[in-house]
């Protein structure tokens, strides 16, 4: 069965994407504290290290109704 997701990146300003952590993806916590408003249910999934600025987020999508 395939889950379909849905991604979404968020552009941090240059003064906060310096406190973002180098070492592991964060919680929903985490990048909440950074001021990141948006629902619940999306997962800080990867770093990108040529834009470490960007934050990439998924979250599965409901499934259509058949």
Known sequence: MKTNLGN???MLPKDIAKRVPKTHLMT???????????SQGWVHYMIHQPEPHILLFRRPLPNPKS
């Open 28 to 38: 929903e916590t985490e990048w909440r504290n950074l001021g990141v408003q948006q």
């Open 8 to 10: 979404w990146h968020v």
